[in-house]
């Protein structure tokens, strides 16, 4: 069965992340800089209205989602549109070529545990901060599996996009452009920069059309908004689906297609 | 027959832009259709039988690497057919790795910030390597090398030499019928590179494995190459066993002499203008043979065919030329064969290209 090897590929890059700890530390600093940072902006933003609440969002309300944005950020986010990049300027990737398993999965097994150890490390500790000093703002109930299922369906659709991404670096060689472009475009209309709820309406309205939503927007909205009912939180995780589906064969798709240029012209 | 790999006259072309000089030129490049077709390998037959080792040798950019990607699935053929293991291999790619094995010089397939033994284990699992095959496959190793102690170590703390043996024992790991070995021993010191060619040798001779290994390193190809391939620009110059090799060039000798009493006050640029000196003396007087010089530590070689002109005549010529101080004949190393083989290749191409030209 191919499942040990999907297990034992997770648990090598939990090992690698712990072996990491001042990468770890670091991450978490550079998180709270931003967290100051964005702490002030949006202040001064609220600070420009009289009542207290902008596009329907108080100023808690933003802040709550942003941090856990930023949260979810550090466990998601596995730089492989860089890694594939790298590997493929190298030369590595012919060594993973000559694994007996497909590309994306050994890629999607190599960097999935270094998530859900990310996620252990920093966004539960964030989760429980937030909670204690908001005094329990954030729901606590059926939302919390909701989330937990939405999160890694946001994460495969998050590597999804990277794998697609990362297959262009085998035309183009070069890897800087194509993931600052990425990282700009997913992250801001996925709204874990800018909550989709401050987007003016047209733009939200793409923004909700496209599938980047699905990878911060959705998880979130079970972690910040009381009003789900299980007919839409069902909803909402079915476009999640939706969108895992069709982005993975996408990915799959491309990258055979574009192994070709490998297999025909080399490395 | 028994036959593992068998190429049927490959050949393998890449289309590469014709780069343009300075700025504008790297503009123009940006728009260009203007590719050139380069032939990386030319009509490559070979087939190899199960349980040999064999050398694979060429000047760098020879297309061995480009060969031995073909076979293992990562590049196609523009022509021609491979078959490894009874299979196609650029078709079949990830079926073909489970039954083959690879180490490409510098790069490690290891786990780079794990101990050695989890990265053994993940291959295990990746592999689909049962519990006793592993257990045998690790107490062999341990029989052969002290890889016990290496274990708990992570392969980025490693030194080269610990990391390339743990790389081949990994590539041995899931017992391939093939393993590729891509310059195994390049950077090593002496005694690694030993404990690494008694390792290969070990590992073939306990599990048949058959072995395709580049180098240029020719103490390899002594210690280890029961046949040797040689490829040159795409082309194959030579495909038999050692012995042969060495026999081929059975006739050939190195002359070797010192003209100076003390060899520490020779400089280079003296020890090379003494060899001119040397070559245009043997050369006037021997006009129809085709000698190769060197300088080496003061001492000055000629290698020369025993059959066509008699050494011992070179010798008394030399001596009655200049005062010779030092005199050593030496049989012919399979370093100054493949040497040879080359130069034969580069002088027949030129005077091929001397005759086109003369006729046009």
């Known amino acids: 069965m191919r499942v040990r090897a999907w297990f034992s590929l997770t648990r ?3 090992m690698e992340f712990l072996q990491f700890r001042l990468s770890a530390l670091v991450m978490f600093l550079g998180n709270i800089i931003y967290l100051i940072v964005i702490y002030n902006l949006w202040k001064a933003i609220f600070a420009s209205v009289d009542n207290g609440i902008v596009n329907g969002m108080s100023f808690n309300d933003t802040m709550i989602y942003l941090v856990l944005a930023s949260a979810q950020f550090t466990f998601m986010e596995a730089y ?11 030369g590595r990737i012919v060594l ?10 050994y890629k999607l097994f190599g960097i999935e ?25 954030i729901p606590m109930g059926i939302n919390l599996v909701y989330y937990l299922v939405a999160a890694t369906l946001g994460m495969l659709i998050n590597f999804s996009i990277d794998f697609l991404i990362g297959t262009v670096c085998l035309y183009t060689e070069s890897t800087w452009g194509i993931n600052i472009m990425k990282q700009v475009v997913v992250l801001f209309l996925s709204g874990a920069v800018v909550p989709l709820a401050f987007f003016p309406d047209k733009l939200r309205a793409l923004a909700l059309f496209l599938p980047f939503q699905a990878i911060y927007n959705t998880p979130l909205t079970f972690l910040t908004s009381n009003e789900l009912t299980t007919m839409n939180s069902i909803k909402m995780l079915g476009v999640q689906a939706i969108w895992v589906v069709v982005l993975f064969v996408l990915a799959k798709l491309f990258w055979h297609l574009s192994e070709r240029v490998i297999t025909v012209n080399g490395g | 027959m028994n036959s593992v790999i068998e190429l049927k006259s490959v050949d393998k072309e890449f289309k590469v832009l014709n780069r343009h000089e300075g700025l504008k030129g790297s503009f123009r490049d940006l728009f260009s259709r203007d590719y050139k077709i380069v032939e990386a390998v030319k009509n490559v037959s070979m087939t190899i039988e199960a349980g040999t080792i064999v050398g694979y040798l060429g000047p760098n950019g020879a297309g061995k690497s480009t060969t031995i990607k073909m076979m293992t699935g990562v590049l196609q053929p523009t022509r021609g057919e491979i078959l490894v293991n009874g299979r196609v291999p650029y078709k079949n790619r990830t079926s073909n790795a489970q039954n083959i094995g690879v180490v490409f010089g510098q790069r490690s397939q290891l786990w780079w910030s794990l101990p050695l033994i989890e990265s053994f284990k993940l291959l295990k699992d990746i592999y689909k390597i049962s519990d006793k095959d592993y257990k045998d496959m690790l107490a062999l190793y341990e029989s052969l090398v002290d890889i016990k102690e290496l274990y708990s170590k992570p392969v980025r703390q490693m030194s080269l030499g610990q990391r390339t043996l743990s790389d081949i024992l990994a590539a041995f790991l899931h017992n391939p019928p093939i393993v590729f070995l891509d310059e195994p021993t390049i950077g090593l010191d002496v005694s690694m590179k030993a404990k690494i060619r008694d390792l290969i040798k070990a590992l073939n001779k306990e599990k048949n494995t058959t072995v395709i290994l580049t180098t240029h390193d020719m103490g390899d190809v002594d210690a280890l190459c029961e046949r040797i391939i040689i490829i040159d620009k795409g082309t194959m110059l030579y495909d038999n066993d050692i012995e042969h090799l060495r026999n081929f060039f059975g006739a050939y000798r190195t002359l070797k002499i010192r003209t100076n009493k003390n060899t520490e006050v020779v400089s280079e640029e003296e020890a090379n203008e003494q060899l001119e000196i040397i070559k245009s003396k043997v050369a006037s007087k021997f006009p129809d043979n085709d000698f190769i010089y060197g300088t080496e530590e003061g001492w000055y070689s000629i290698l020369l065919d025993d059959s066509k002109i008699h050494l011992m005549k070179v010798l008394s010529f030399l001596q009655e030329q200049m005062t010779i101080y030092d005199v050593r004949l030496e049989e012919i190393s399979t370093e100054s064969v493949i040497k040879k083989i080359y130069e034969d290749s580069e002088r027949m191409k030129k005077q091929e290209k001397a005759e086109v030209s003369h006729e046009s």
Do not use: H
């Not at chain 1, 492989?80 to 190298?90: A, D, T």
């Open chain 1, 12 to 14: 090598a890059s939990i």
């Open chain 1, 80 to 90: 492989l549109v860089w890694e594939m990049g790298r590997s493929i300027q190298s």
């Open chain 1, 96 to 105: 993973e070529l000559l694994k007996p398993i497909p590309i994306e999965q």
């Open chain 1, 113 to 137: 545990g270094g998530n859900i150890a990310a996620f252990v490390v920093t966004f539960i500790p964030t989760f429980i901060i937030v909670q204690v000093i908001t005094k329990g703002a």
